[in-house]
């Protein structure tokens, strides 16, 4: 693995439509609609260039403007079967959930929702800030209910009652790291909101999590040369003893191989997901040497 340079390690290559899951789905239809959050980068876009691939509609939102437009050029440049929206959203906000409900109800008949939106914060317990702490639960834990909430409805009122929520967890869903505690409560609560949508389900409603370990997106990406000048060790010690020491695989996965899980997660494969965790974390929580 240290031959390989840091360069290409850390290269997020362009989704390709070799790089999609492709479901033969009666629903992923155009007339249906996928919320996606978070979709202005990273796992988020990836989801909903996947999706759209897929043939469905997406609604793309982000606080994000510029991260929008890129996704949506790169739908273009995918051709997509589907087609990309999107809706300039802040997720702290309860007005702008009503908002990105109802300009995807405008498309069409709303039937999914990818909770992905999220950030991090870095601090010991004893110095968290609390806007921060409140910050992080509005966005990666208030705001997937509020829009569960919203969305719920629109898939209940659908002749079949099809429909999923899948919310974008975390290994800090299952077990926590130090000086992230914003972030692993979040986490710990995401899960516990797809089993609480799952209680409620049934009858074509599902909910389901993704919990994966570390995933090639900016906001990761951007701090492992910083962290290996801070720790006088090579970039690829970072990756692979800092981020992945605990995980058997040692590559980070691509956003890509997330999105294909919120396509597999929301098609009828999966019909008997409902609360479960789709955790692709490379052994991280399961095994140790
Ligand atoms: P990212 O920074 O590339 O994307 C996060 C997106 O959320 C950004 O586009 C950002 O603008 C958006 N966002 C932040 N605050 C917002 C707000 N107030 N309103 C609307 N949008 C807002 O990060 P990512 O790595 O793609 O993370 C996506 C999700 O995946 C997060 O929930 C993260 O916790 C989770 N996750 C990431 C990894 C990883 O290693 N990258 C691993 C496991 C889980």
Known sequence: MTDSTTHERLQVAE????????????????KNVCIVTGAGSGIGQATALAAAANGLTVLATDIDADGLQATQAKADDLDVAGGVE????????????????????????????????????????????????DQMHEIMLRAPLSLAKRTIPHIRGTEDGVGAVGNMASVHGHYVTADKVGYNVSKFGLRGLTQSIAAEGGNGLRAFSISTGYVKTPLVTDQIPDTAEQRGISVDEVIEDVMLGQSRVKEMMDPVDVANLFVFGFSSHADHLNGGDLCFDGGMTLTYE
């Open 15 to 30: 989704i390709t439509a070799d790089d999609i899951l492709f479901v033969d789905d009666d629903h992923f239809a155009t």
């Open 86 to 133: 999107t809706t300039v959203a802040d997720l702290t906000t309860d007005a702008d959930h009503d908002r990105i409900v109802d300009d995807a109800a405008a498309l069409g008949t709303v039937r999914y929702l990818a909770n992905v939106a999220g950030i991090q914060h870095i601090d010991a317990v004893e110095d968290f800030p609390m806007e921060k702490y």
